[in-house]
């Protein structure tokens, strides 16, 4: 695997805040996670968010733009603050949250250069704590018609999220990543039986709701990439790696699928396509934080250890 100067470009929209962990405090927001891999694989990705006129807000401003993550569509509120998030870890390694409501993410706007920018990216990636907020949720319907390529992450944060919304999300876009337990969450909602298998309930989903594509994360059991117009599931292990937090894995995941899928200079396979977002994922999964320092050479020999590793076992078992 390498990373290399793509010619598409990509836009996230939605929350960027502090996530205050037990360690400290780090940059955080699921749609941000993203932009930061994507500009990290050589996708161009600009974010368009809202920040407060506050210091936590000029250092996250900072912060990103070091990052090498577009700032310019940054905006700047002088009512509401730079967002929080209380992060707990438990001693699984599972992570739960305490997300401030309101903050200025959650008033987002939209003028010509918003609209100029979806026009010009390849894909525009959101979730859906992004629209908890009528203003942002307004925002996000002006934008919607300009996008090429719709991703949504379901991202589930309660007491953020109503069935109603979740369900009108997903009937507007293109691809959807979840997790197991979201895709539960909407199947009940959709009345599907609990005795459906996970294949029944994406399929009646993708029926129902005109998506074409859907991920579903699995954690360390891998993911699944559902095409209804090709016919097809096909299923990716996970890495075994040493966890150290998941924090971010699911968003690295999405960004390096999403760096082979929309690629235009060679189709790239199922194949190829998960396992470049598996690797990604399991070197964050085994790294601090969600987004961690790393290149093409970190990546590379990541992999090549890896590898090395399992055809050992490989070889073990069959000797």
Same mark, same amino acid.
């Given at each position: 695997?390498?990373? +290399?100067?793509?010619?598409?470009?990509?836009?996230?929209?939605?929350? #960027?805040? $502090? *996530?205050?962990?037990?360690? /400290?405090? =780090?940059?955080?927001?699921?749609?941000?996670?993203?932009?930061?891999?994507?500009?990290?694989?050589?996708?161009?990705?600009?974010?368009?968010?809202?920040?407060?006129?506050?210091?936590?807000?000029?250092?996250?401003?900072?912060?990103?733009?070091?990052?090498?993550?577009?700032?310019?569509?940054?905006?700047?509120?002088?009512?509401?603050?730079?967002?929080?998030?209380?992060?707990?870890?438990? +001693?699984?390694?599972?992570?739960?949250?305490?997300?401030?409501?309101? #903050?200025? $993410? *959650?008033?987002?706007?939209? /003028?010509? =250069?918003?609209?100029?920018?979806?026009?010009?990216?390849?894909?525009?990636?959101?979730?859906?704590?992004?629209?908890?907020?009528?203003?942002?949720?307004?925002?996000?319907?002006?934008?919607?018609?300009?996008?090429?390529?719709?991703?949504?992450?379901?991202?589930?944060?309660?007491?953020?999220?109503?069935?109603?919304?979740v369900l009108e999300l997903l009937s507007?876009?293109?691809?959807?990543?979840?997790?197991?337990?979201?895709?539960?969450?909407?199947?009940?909602?959709?009345?599907?039986?609990?005795?459906?298998?996970?294949?029944m309930k994406v399929d009646a989903i993708?029926?129902?709701?005109?998506?074409?594509?859907?991920?579903?994360?699995?954690?360390?059991?891998?993911?699944?990439?559902?095409?209804?117009?090709?016919?097809?599931?096909?299923?990716?292990?996970?890495?075994?790696?040493?966890?150290?937090?998941?924090?971010?894995?699911?968003?690295?995941?999405?960004?390096?699928?999403?760096?082979?899928?929309?690629?235009?200079?060679?189709?790239?396979?199922?194949?190829?396509?998960?396992?470049?977002?598996?690797?990604?994922?399991?070197?964050?999964?085994?790294?601090?934080?969600?987004?961690p320092a790393y290149d093409s050479t970190?990546?590379?020999?990541?992999?090549?250890?890896?590898?090395?590793?399992?055809?050992?076992?490989?070889?073990?078992?069959?000797?």
């Amino acid at each position: 695997m390498k990373t +290399e100067k793509l010619t598409i470009k990509g836009m996230c929209f939605g929350e #960027v805040l $502090w *996530d205050n962990l037990p360690t /400290g405090r =780090q940059l955080g927001g699921a749609p941000l996670n993203v932009a930061y891999h994507l500009n990290k694989l050589g996708v161009e990705t600009m974010m368009l968010t809202r920040v407060g006129q506050d210091q936590a807000g000029d250092d996250l401003v900072r912060l990103c733009a070091s990052l090498g993550i577009p700032t310019r569509l940054f905006q700047r509120d002088s009512k509401y603050p730079t967002s929080t998030v209380e992060v707990h870890i438990d +001693e699984n390694r599972d992570v739960t949250y305490e997300i401030v409501f309101p #903050v200025a $993410w *959650d008033y987002i706007a939209v /003028g010509m =250069q918003e609209l100029d920018a979806v026009k010009e990216a390849d894909f525009l990636v959101f979730g859906t704590l992004s629209t908890r907020n009528q203003a942002s949720y307004e925002t996000w319907k002006m934008l919607l018609p300009f996008a090429k390529f719709k991703v949504l992450d379901v991202n589930l944060r309660a007491p953020f999220y109503t069935k109603e919304r979740v369900l009108e999300l997903l009937s507007h876009v293109d691809l959807v990543k979840m997790n197991q337990e979201e895709l539960d969450m909407v199947a009940t909602w959709m009345g599907l039986s609990e005795t459906w298998t996970d294949r029944m309930k994406v399929d009646a989903i993708m029926e129902s709701c005109y998506v074409d594509e859907v991920i579903i994360t699995y954690g360390a059991r891998g993911a699944v990439y559902h095409v209804q117009s090709a016919g097809f599931s096909y299923h990716f292990p996970a890495l075994q790696v040493e966890v150290k937090d998941t924090i971010g894995s699911g968003d690295s995941f999405l960004a390096a699928f999403l760096a082979q899928r929309c690629r235009r200079d060679k189709v790239t396979s199922a194949e190829e396509m998960l396992s470049f977002a598996a690797t990604l994922s399991g070197f964050i999964t085994q790294s601090d934080g969600a987004c961690p320092a790393y290149d093409s050479t970190i990546l590379n020999r990541f992999q090549w250890i890896h590898d090395l590793k399992a055809f050992h076992i490989d070889e073990r078992a069959t000797s």
